[in-house]
């Protein structure tokens, strides 16, 4: 507090002059001689306790009215920050998409505009101030402190939406680096929707002591509902809205594939919770789709859009054919294998006398266990069939001829056929957490499979002999057969993971589909082999990409590989599209010694940063205690008389 | 002659015959006819005609003789015996201005007293503070008159008071039916004394009791901070009776009420009177309850 008249705080002596008053009143006893004292000590200890007190709040209510007519005169004034000649501002605004939100036609952003503009007309005139917007990170917009209002108004216009979250107490701790003289007073003000999410990073100010005024331009009762996450597994989505309204809501969602609408989805989303409803996708053609799924408009609608790149890959379909069919099925050499494959993939298996009549066209992977021989017009067609990117997998056993497979069929090999060993090992494929399993297995007979150049051997026996080879023409060689004759594999818990393994080698050469979330950067940016960027607009750059700031799907083009999908979408999950805001208490226990005021910018705004930044006279105030002062000395120094 | 009755007035006379005398007389010109009653078959004695007295009792043969007016009285009126119990007590000695309790008391004693010998009645005096000072037993002659008045005019307001003992003390000696007549400030233990007064009406006498206070006494008109010490003791305190005014005030009427009520349930006659009350109302009391004996 301070005083615009200090000098008629002389007044406040004159206090005493009651008091004195008061101590002199009291003169010395006269002696009267009375009959009886009885009747009058009672009536003394009922009456004199009320007498007293009533004469002692006289003597305070007196008291307090000369110090308040000194007050009055000496016109207080209450400084809620102090504001002495040598100060600097900072205004920092948040610009995260939750600033996206409307409310009477105009975003909070552009209500935030407003309010500095408010304060910059309002600020001294030889005051300096710089300008930065912040979201997860602080960006300068007027960066060297300044007195020119021109260039700070035109620059404040410059401050635009972005898709990224708040983190504001980063920007405060940032912002810090920016004063330009170390001994000058330090003030922060900053524009902010206050929403909870935007307080709640590690950064910690404990050691500051600076000055902050909070504008607020959020919502005291927000309502904004998003799409916070999309999940694929296979041909099925899951789709999550989160309701961060305060009531329940039946929320329309629709799945956009190739900017065609696919379908509407009702979620029924209660209150701050969130909904999640999975689906399959059908009737689609194989290969990549750009789709994204948009909720029905609400206040905040950037966090309404999720886009996402979907493969479409209908289930494999294998042949597999037996090269020495027996009677008991079980006793086949495609039993096992055709019960391992059967989530994953749509099998049928035929003997090899069948393989002349059966059209490859319609398998992607072709398995032949223990075919002792190929036709030469066989091998022509399995050439064929590896030719347009399919799979074919050797499992050999005792009918194999060697001499033929070395030979005529040799080239659709990765590897020689030389001998049968007995016995083995195999070594722990890197599946680390269950190598029990591995060591349990029993092979009794193997082949000894020599590679060729240009093969690569995917597993090994523990003497380093290839139990898994596989061709540069996508064809895989196992140096066991697929029934119990070389080894116990079929039966053990080991077979459905190699099988697994497998059909990931198959898909691996599949498109790669990445989620990023914006404003993260990109870890394939500094690839070498990437020859450009095409853009969610469909525009192509030549150059790489280091962080996504617009949400949408990119493709990335390699010179060597195929091409690689960025699903990137804003950060739902962090939190920002919750809307509520931080009470004041948990502010100020997150913001330690740094002092905060937080105003909201309302019809009142004006008016209240006025007092914050220059503080209020109190008279008025003043005067109507004096008021209350008087009447009430009335009263109690003229009692009601009986 | 209603002036005549205030008591400030009565203590400017010299002497208590006189007090008695003007107090009476001054009362009964106020009357438009005597109430001195008093009616009997068998003859007593003759006693000097006192104004106020009915004509039909005066007795023409002696005055025939004599040349005086004396008037007869028979024997139902002679019979009562009456004691009057002065306090004479220090606390009785206070006086605000003008007289003190004691003194108005004894302008009661005496007019009362006077009134009783010229009708022929007995009367006796007793004064007391915690003791019994002095006890006149009653006689109905006019020299005992003398002696009653000679008493009320030396007394000095001295000691501790003690009623409800000195009653309880006294009410053994008394024999016969007795007309009492309490003159006190009645300043003690309330419950004591009510206790002990109603004694007297349990054994069949008949009791007045003329309860006198100073007006300061009653309404506290003092002002200042002011120290008080008790007049019968050495009890001391300081206060502001304009604070506790109304309180006081408050305490003494229920004092007063008390007494009252008390008194009345057991159809004993109470007066309250302060110093500056006529005198007349006293007598009027007495008369009234002399007509139901």
Known sequence: ?642 | MKQFLDPLIIAKLSTMYLKAKFIVEGFISGLHSSRFKGHSLEFAQHREYSFGDELKHLDWTVYAKSDKYFIKQYEEETNLKSYIMLDKSASMGYKSNGISKLEYASYIAASLAYMMIKQGDSVGLLLYDSKIKKNIPPRSNLSHLSVILDELSNLKAEGQTDISKILLEFSKNLKKRTLIILLSDLLEDQENIIKSVKNYRFAKHEVIVFHILDKTEEILDISGNVLFKEIESENTLITEPDIIKKEYRKLISEFIEKYKLEFHKSDIDYSYLNTSTPLDLAITNYLSKRENI
């Open chain 1, 1 to 642: 507090m301070s005083f615009l008249n200090p000098l008629f705080l002389i007044g406040l002596s004159i206090v005493s002059i009651p008091i004195i008053i008061h101590i002199l009143s009291r003169k010395k006893p006269r002696k009267i001689e009375f009959s009886y004292l009885k009747f009058l000590e009672i009536a003394a200890r009922r009456a004199i306790k009320k007498f007293r007190l009533r004469q002692y709040l006289l003597l305070l209510i007196r008291c307090l009215i000369i110090i308040l007519i000194s007050l009055i005169f000496a016109r207080p004034v209450i400084r809620y920050i102090s504001s002495s000649e040598n100060i600097e501002t900072i205004l920092l605004i948040d610009n995260s998409y939750s600033m996206n939100y409307y409310k009477d036609g105009i975003t909070r952003l552009a209500n935030a505009k407003e309010s500095a503009k408010k304060i910059i007309t309002l600020l001294k005139p030889g005051e300096k101030l710089s300008i930065f917007s912040f979201s997860d990170s602080l960006i300068p917009i007027v960066k060297n402190p300044t007195t020119d209002r021109r260039i700070v108004l035109s620059e404040l216009e410059n401050i635009n939406l972005t898709h990224n979250k708040t983190d504001a107490l980063n920007a405060i701790k940032e912002s810090e680096k920016y004063f330009e003289n170390k001994n000058t007073e330090k003030r922060i003000i900053l524009f902010s929707d206050f929403a909870i999410n935007g307080w709640s990073s590690k950064t910690s100010l404990a050691n500051e002591q600076n000055k902050i005024i909070g504008i607020d331009v959020g919502d005291d009762n927000p309502d904004n509902f998003a799409v916070s996450g999309i999940d694929i597994n296979n041909n099925s989505i899951g789709i999550t809205i989160a309701n961060y309204a305060g009531y329940d809501k039946r929320i329309l969602a629709s799945l956009y594939i190739d900017n065609i609408k696919y379908r509407d989805i009702f979620f029924n989303a209660e209150s701050y919770k969130s909904i999640t409803q999975n689906f399959n996708l059908k009737n689609i053609s194989n290969g990549i789709h750009r789709c994204f799924l948009e909720i029905e408009p609400d206040k905040l609608t950037v966090d309404n859009k999720n886009f996402f790149a979907f493969n479409y890959q209908d289930k494999p379909k294998a042949l597999l054919i037996d090269g020495n069919p027996q009677f008991s099925e079980f006793k086949g050499e495609v039993y096992f294998l055709n019960t391992a494959l059967q989530n994953d993939t749509l099998t049928k298996v035929i003997n090899y006398d069948q393989i002349d009549n059966e059209s490859f066209d319609n398998y992607s992977i072709i398995f032949l266990c223990n075919v002792s021989e190929l036709s030469r017009n066989n091998v022509i067609r399995l050439s064929e069939f590896i030719s347009k990117n399919k799979n074919i997998v050797f499992f050999p056993g005792d009918k194999v001829k060697l001499d033929k497979y070395n030979t005529d069929m040799s080239s659709l090999f990765p590897c020689e056929f030389s001998s049968v060993l007995d016995g083995g090992e195999l070594m722990n494929f890197g599946i680390s957490d269950n190598a029990e399993i591995v060591k349990k297995v029993n092979i009794y007979k193997r082949f000894l499979l020599s590679p060729k150049l240009n093969s690569e051997t995917l597993l090994q026996f523990s003497d380093n002999s290839p139990f898994l080879m596989k061709g540069n023409n996508n064809v895989y060689v196992y140096a066991v057969s697929a029934n119990l004759i070389y080894s116990d594999i079929p039966v053990k818990p080991l077979f459905p993971i190699l099988i697994k393994q497998l059909l990931g080698y198959f898909s691996s050469k599949e498109i790669l589909i990445k989620n990023l979330n914006i404003g993260e950067k990109l870890t394939e940016s500094s690839d070498p082999n990437i020859s450009g960027v095409i853009y969610p607009d469909g525009k192509l750059t030549k150059s790489s990409i280091e962080r996504v700031e617009i949400p949408g799907i990119y493709e990335l083009k390699y010179r060597n590989k195929k091409n690689k999908y960025l699903n990137a979408n804003i950060e739902v999950i962090s939190g920002e599209s919750d809307l509520k805001k931080i009470t004041i208490s948990e502010l100020k226990k997150i913001l330690g010694k740094t002092s905060i005021f937080k105003i909201s910018a309302d019809k009142y705004f004006e008016k209240n940063i006025k007092k914050i930044l220059y503080g209020s006279e109190i008279y008025k105030i003043l005067i109507i205690i004096l008021l209350l002062l008087f009447i009430a000395e009335t009263i109690i120094a003229n009692p009601r008389k009986t």
